[in-house]
């Protein structure tokens, strides 16, 4: 069975950087495409971006300038960092698998953005 | 971005009677490799969503026979034969055709 688990900072501050690692057990990150997704609280989903394990990625238009998601296939993980965040970053953030359908999601880790 | 609509945003049900949630994408869902790119998710409180349903009928391992997905083009409905208390929580419905990819607003089931 495979399981994702996010890790990293639960509060970063206004115009820094959000650093967020996707680890992945029970199978290999190798040949198959791995998403981002947010969740405002009390809101609804929204989609940031996907990469293939060989590094190859897609952004969400509305964050492009401020998003990378890569790979580290020695570690099976990936991880997403987020630039410039501002208070409409706060969000729990979830890792899942694929880039048209999510099958395996991570828990999710809640990040704030605050001083 | 093509807008996904979902209707009700909220449905109070009875224990054992169907429920239908209709999703309507602004463009056809129908992608150049013949497949149309349509999910259901299920997302209790405090939990991560689940996918019940891909690629508009398809029901995910472990999801009970009482879930159906349908549709086709812009217009798709996921029905619950018989709501069961486990099936509280809100729904989404997921368009991965389109770049970006893009989720319905919701829609939250209830137990009345």
């Not at chain 1, 987020?82 to 395996?104: E, H, M, P, Q, W």
């Not at chain 2, 349903?53 to 879930?67: L, M, T």
């Not at chain 2, 996921?78 to 709501?83: C, F, H, T």
Request: proline share 6%.
């Amino acid at each position: 069975q495979v399981q994702l688990q996010e890790s990293g900072p639960g509060l970063v501050k206004p115009s820094e950087t959000l650093s967020l690692t996707c680890t992945v057990s029970g199978g290999s990150i190798s040949g198959y495409y791995w998403s981002w997704i947010r969740q405002p609280p009390g809101k609804g989903l929204e989609w940031i971006g996907y990469m293939y394990y060989t590094g190859g990625a897609n952004y969400n238009p509305s964050l492009k300038s401020r998003v990378i998601i890569s790979p580290d296939t020695s570690k099976n993980q990936f991880s997403l960092t987020l630039t410039s965040v501002t208070a409409a970053d706060t969000a729990v953030y979830y890792c899942a698998r694929g880039a048209r359908f999510y099958d395996y999601w991570g828990h999710g880790t809640l990040v704030t953005v605050s001083s | 971005d093509v807008v996904m609509t979902q209707s009700p945003l909220s449905l109070p049900v009875t224990l054992g009677q169907p429920a239908s949630i209709s999703c309507r994408s602004s463009q056809s869902l129908v992608y150049s490799d013949g497949n149309t790119y349509l999910n259901w998710f299920h997302q209790r409180p405090g939990q991560s969503p689940r996918r019940l349903i891909y690629k508009v009928s398809n029901r995910d391992s472990g999801v009970p026979d009482r879930f159906t997905g349908s549709g086709s083009g812009t217009d798709f409905t996921l029905k619950i034969s018989r709501v069961e208390a486990e099936d509280v929580g809100i729904y989404y419905c997921m368009q991965g055709t389109h770049w970006p990819g893009t989720f319905g607003q919701g829609t939250k089931v209830e137990i009345k």
